[in-house]
T-cell receptor, first 117, second 116 residues
Framework: DAMVIQNPRYQVTQFGKPVTLSCSQT?????MYWYQQKSSQAPKLLFH???????NEADTPDNFQSRRPNTSFCFLDIRSPGLGDAAMYLCATSRGGNLAGVSETQYFGPGTRLLVL | AQTVTQSQPEMSVQEAETVTLSCTYD???????LFWYKQPPSRQMILVIR??????QNATENRFSVNFQKAAKSFSLKISDSQLGDAAMYFCAYRFSSGSARQLTFGSGTQLTVLP
Protein backbone atom coordinates (compact mmCIF):
# COMPACT_ATOMS: atom_id res chain seq x y z
CA ASP A 1 0.00 0.00 0.00
CA ALA A 2 1.15 3.50 -0.77
CA MET A 3 1.96 5.32 2.41
CA VAL A 4 3.86 7.91 4.40
CA ILE A 5 6.52 6.43 6.68
CA GLN A 6 8.22 8.13 9.58
CA ASN A 7 11.25 6.86 11.44
CA PRO A 8 11.83 6.49 14.22
CA ARG A 9 8.43 6.45 15.94
CA TYR A 10 10.05 7.59 19.17
CA GLN A 11 13.21 9.65 19.49
CA VAL A 12 14.99 10.66 22.65
CA THR A 13 17.63 13.36 22.51
CA GLN A 14 19.52 15.52 24.95
CA PHE A 15 19.09 19.22 25.41
CA GLY A 16 21.13 20.95 22.73
CA LYS A 17 22.09 17.78 20.85
CA PRO A 18 21.17 17.93 17.15
CA VAL A 19 18.55 15.45 16.01
CA THR A 20 17.16 14.44 12.63
CA LEU A 21 13.74 12.99 11.96
CA SER A 22 13.00 11.29 8.66
CA CYS A 23 9.99 10.88 6.44
CA SER A 24 9.56 8.86 3.28
CA GLN A 25 6.61 8.32 1.00
CA THR A 26 5.56 5.91 -1.70
CA UNK A 27 2.68 8.07 -2.94
CA UNK A 28 4.88 9.93 -5.41
CA UNK A 29 3.47 13.20 -4.13
CA UNK A 30 5.37 16.36 -5.00
CA UNK A 31 4.52 18.27 -1.81
CA MET A 32 5.82 17.29 1.64
CA TYR A 33 5.03 18.99 4.94
CA TRP A 34 6.35 18.98 8.48
CA TYR A 35 4.05 19.73 11.39
CA GLN A 36 4.69 20.06 15.10
CA GLN A 37 1.92 18.91 17.40
CA LYS A 38 1.97 19.41 21.13
CA SER A 39 -0.31 17.57 23.51
CA SER A 40 -4.03 18.31 23.06
CA GLN A 41 -3.33 20.88 20.35
CA ALA A 42 -3.87 21.02 16.62
CA PRO A 43 -0.86 20.42 14.35
CA LYS A 44 1.18 23.50 13.53
CA LEU A 45 2.80 23.73 10.11
CA LEU A 46 6.56 24.34 10.26
CA PHE A 47 7.38 24.29 6.53
CA HIS A 48 6.72 22.48 3.32
CA UNK A 49 8.43 21.60 0.06
CA UNK A 50 6.67 22.06 -3.24
CA UNK A 51 8.89 19.92 -5.44
CA UNK A 52 12.32 21.31 -4.54
CA UNK A 53 11.04 24.69 -3.44
CA UNK A 54 11.24 25.21 0.30
CA UNK A 55 8.50 27.26 2.01
CA ASN A 56 9.07 28.26 5.60
CA GLU A 57 6.27 29.47 7.84
CA ALA A 58 6.92 32.92 9.22
CA ASP A 59 6.89 31.83 12.86
CA THR A 60 9.00 28.69 12.50
CA PRO A 61 12.10 29.05 14.71
CA ASP A 62 15.51 29.10 13.02
CA ASN A 63 16.36 26.04 15.10
CA PHE A 64 14.25 23.98 12.69
CA GLN A 65 15.53 23.17 9.22
CA SER A 66 14.62 20.71 6.52
CA ARG A 67 16.15 18.86 3.62
CA ARG A 68 14.55 17.09 0.72
CA PRO A 69 17.18 15.17 -1.26
CA ASN A 70 14.64 13.59 -3.61
CA THR A 71 10.89 13.21 -4.15
CA SER A 72 10.53 10.35 -1.70
CA PHE A 73 12.44 11.61 1.33
CA CYS A 74 12.28 14.63 3.57
CA PHE A 75 14.19 15.30 6.79
CA LEU A 76 13.54 17.56 9.75
CA ASP A 77 16.68 18.79 11.50
CA ILE A 78 16.51 20.36 14.93
CA ARG A 79 19.88 22.00 15.48
CA SER A 80 19.75 22.57 19.23
CA PRO A 81 16.66 21.03 20.76
CA GLY A 82 15.21 22.70 23.79
CA LEU A 83 12.73 21.32 26.29
CA GLY A 84 9.98 23.21 24.50
CA ASP A 85 10.65 21.25 21.30
CA ALA A 86 9.38 18.02 22.83
CA ALA A 87 6.36 17.17 20.73
CA MET A 88 4.93 14.89 18.08
CA TYR A 89 6.29 15.68 14.62
CA LEU A 90 4.02 14.79 11.74
CA CYS A 91 5.01 14.47 8.12
CA ALA A 92 2.37 14.79 5.43
CA THR A 93 2.29 14.68 1.64
CA SER A 94 -0.03 15.87 -1.08
CA ARG A 95 -0.26 16.01 -4.81
CA GLY A 96 0.18 19.67 -5.57
CA GLY A 97 -0.99 21.60 -8.58
CA ASN A 98 -1.66 25.15 -9.53
CA LEU A 99 -4.98 24.36 -11.10
CA ALA A 100 -8.29 25.25 -9.59
CA GLY A 101 -10.09 22.20 -8.32
CA VAL A 102 -6.98 20.46 -7.03
CA SER A 103 -7.78 19.80 -3.41
CA GLU A 104 -4.24 18.80 -2.47
CA THR A 105 -5.55 16.52 0.23
CA GLN A 106 -2.81 15.89 2.76
CA TYR A 107 -1.97 12.36 3.89
CA PHE A 108 -0.14 11.98 7.16
CA GLY A 109 2.46 9.62 8.48
CA PRO A 110 2.24 8.05 11.95
CA GLY A 111 4.45 10.71 13.51
CA THR A 112 7.65 10.75 15.54
CA ARG A 113 7.38 11.57 19.21
CA LEU A 114 10.43 13.54 20.33
CA LEU A 115 11.51 13.60 23.93
CA VAL A 116 14.18 16.07 25.04
CA LEU A 117 16.06 15.28 28.25
CA ALA B 1 -7.15 35.37 8.01
CA GLN B 2 -9.07 32.15 8.00
CA THR B 3 -10.14 30.64 11.31
CA VAL B 4 -11.74 27.32 12.13
CA THR B 5 -13.75 26.86 15.32
CA GLN B 6 -14.76 23.63 16.97
CA SER B 7 -16.89 24.59 19.94
CA GLN B 8 -17.14 21.12 21.47
CA PRO B 9 -13.87 20.10 23.14
CA GLU B 10 -15.38 16.75 24.14
CA MET B 11 -18.30 14.66 23.00
CA SER B 12 -19.53 11.20 23.88
CA VAL B 13 -21.85 8.80 22.12
CA GLN B 14 -23.28 5.40 22.87
CA GLU B 15 -22.13 2.60 20.59
CA ALA B 16 -24.45 2.22 17.56
CA GLU B 17 -25.89 5.70 18.07
CA THR B 18 -25.40 8.81 15.94
CA VAL B 19 -23.31 11.83 16.88
CA THR B 20 -22.70 15.17 15.19
CA LEU B 21 -19.52 17.19 15.61
CA SER B 22 -19.75 20.87 14.80
CA CYS B 23 -17.32 23.10 12.95
CA THR B 24 -17.60 26.68 11.81
CA TYR B 25 -15.09 28.68 9.84
CA ASP B 26 -14.49 32.20 8.78
CA UNK B 27 -13.25 33.11 5.32
CA UNK B 28 -13.76 35.76 2.71
CA UNK B 29 -12.99 33.33 -0.08
CA UNK B 30 -15.59 31.60 -2.21
CA UNK B 31 -13.54 28.63 -3.33
CA UNK B 32 -11.94 26.37 -0.75
CA UNK B 33 -11.82 22.87 0.68
CA LEU B 34 -12.90 21.51 4.02
CA PHE B 35 -11.71 18.34 5.68
CA TRP B 36 -12.37 16.22 8.73
CA TYR B 37 -9.40 14.33 10.07
CA LYS B 38 -9.45 11.69 12.80
CA GLN B 39 -6.54 11.20 15.19
CA PRO B 40 -6.85 8.06 17.34
CA PRO B 41 -4.58 7.40 20.35
CA SER B 42 -1.93 6.08 17.94
CA ARG B 43 -1.69 9.74 16.85
CA GLN B 44 -1.77 9.11 13.08
CA MET B 45 -3.97 11.68 11.36
CA ILE B 46 -6.43 9.92 9.08
CA LEU B 47 -8.57 11.67 6.50
CA VAL B 48 -12.24 11.01 7.19
CA ILE B 49 -13.98 13.10 4.59
CA ARG B 50 -13.44 16.02 2.23
CA UNK B 51 -15.82 18.66 0.86
CA UNK B 52 -15.26 21.00 -2.05
CA UNK B 53 -16.92 24.37 -1.44
CA UNK B 54 -18.17 24.62 -5.02
CA UNK B 55 -20.17 21.42 -4.62
CA UNK B 56 -23.63 21.78 -3.16
CA GLN B 57 -23.98 18.09 -2.48
CA ASN B 58 -22.84 16.99 0.96
CA ALA B 59 -19.96 14.52 0.98
CA THR B 60 -20.55 11.01 2.32
CA GLU B 61 -18.14 8.21 3.15
CA ASN B 62 -19.88 5.12 4.48
CA ARG B 63 -21.02 5.97 8.05
CA PHE B 64 -19.57 9.48 7.86
CA SER B 65 -21.40 12.38 6.28
CA VAL B 66 -21.21 16.14 6.44
CA ASN B 67 -23.74 18.92 6.59
CA PHE B 68 -22.12 21.73 4.62
CA GLN B 69 -23.87 25.07 4.93
CA LYS B 70 -21.81 27.49 2.87
CA ALA B 71 -23.78 30.62 3.66
CA ALA B 72 -23.60 29.88 7.37
CA LYS B 73 -19.96 28.77 7.08
CA SER B 74 -20.76 25.58 8.91
CA PHE B 75 -19.33 22.11 8.28
CA SER B 76 -20.56 19.49 10.72
CA LEU B 77 -19.64 15.80 10.72
CA LYS B 78 -22.23 13.14 11.40
CA ILE B 79 -21.13 9.69 12.46
CA SER B 80 -23.85 7.06 12.18
CA ASP B 81 -23.86 3.68 13.91
CA SER B 82 -20.91 4.71 16.07
CA GLN B 83 -18.28 2.08 16.73
CA LEU B 84 -15.67 1.76 19.45
CA GLY B 85 -13.00 2.35 16.81
CA ASP B 86 -14.44 5.79 16.12
CA ALA B 87 -13.09 7.04 19.44
CA ALA B 88 -10.50 9.67 18.59
CA MET B 89 -9.74 13.37 18.38
CA TYR B 90 -11.47 14.86 15.37
CA PHE B 91 -10.06 17.92 13.65
CA CYS B 92 -11.89 20.10 11.16
CA ALA B 93 -9.59 21.80 8.65
CA TYR B 94 -9.83 24.41 5.90
CA ARG B 95 -7.70 24.97 2.84
CA PHE B 96 -7.96 27.88 0.46
CA SER B 97 -8.23 26.81 -3.15
CA SER B 98 -5.00 28.18 -4.52
CA GLY B 99 -1.85 26.57 -5.79
CA SER B 100 0.36 28.82 -3.70
CA ALA B 101 -1.42 28.73 -0.35
CA ARG B 102 -1.32 25.14 0.74
CA GLN B 103 -1.40 25.28 4.50
CA LEU B 104 -4.29 23.69 6.35
CA THR B 105 -5.97 25.73 9.04
CA PHE B 106 -7.08 23.36 11.79
CA GLY B 107 -9.69 23.74 14.47
CA SER B 108 -8.81 22.96 18.07
CA GLY B 109 -10.30 19.47 17.89
CA THR B 110 -13.15 17.51 19.47
CA GLN B 111 -12.34 14.47 21.58
CA LEU B 112 -14.97 11.80 20.86
CA THR B 113 -15.58 9.01 23.35
CA VAL B 114 -17.65 6.00 22.33
CA LEU B 115 -19.36 4.25 25.22
CA PRO B 116 -20.00 0.51 25.00
Amino acid sequence: DAMVIQNPRYQVTQFGKPVTLSCSQTLNHNVMYWYQQKSSQAPKLLFHYYDKDFNNEADTPDNFQSRRPNTSFCFLDIRSPGLGDAAMYLCATSRGGNLAGVSETQYFGPGTRLLVL
Amino acid sequence: AQTVTQSQPEMSVQEAETVTLSCTYDTSESDYYLFWYKQPPSRQMILVIRQEAYKQQNATENRFSVNFQKAAKSFSLKISDSQLGDAAMYFCAYRFSSGSARQLTFGSGTQLTVLP
